[in-house]
């Protein structure tokens, strides 16, 4: 089994109500396709939500 998720697969375990820290510095390595992902995600199926 494969350890490497593309950002799709890396947000569907976000559960409604979960808290997603994002750190980085200056802007640098913002995981922005795991962000855009997770929107999409949402747009989509309204989930995952507060």
């Known amino acids: 089994m494969s350890k490497i998720k593309t950002a ?3 947000v569907v ?3 409604d109500g ?3 820290a994002v750190n980085s510095s200056s ?3 913002c995981p922005d396709a795991v962000l855009a992902a997770l ?3 949402f ?3 309204g989930s ?3």
């Open 8 to 10: 799709a697969e890396a």
């Open 43 to 45: 747009r989509a199926e």
């Open 18 to 20: 979960a808290t997603i």
């Open 27 to 29: 802007g640098l390595c």
């Open 13 to 15: 375990g976000i559960r």
């Open 48 to 50: 995952p939500e507060t």
């Open 39 to 41: 929107g999409e995600r």
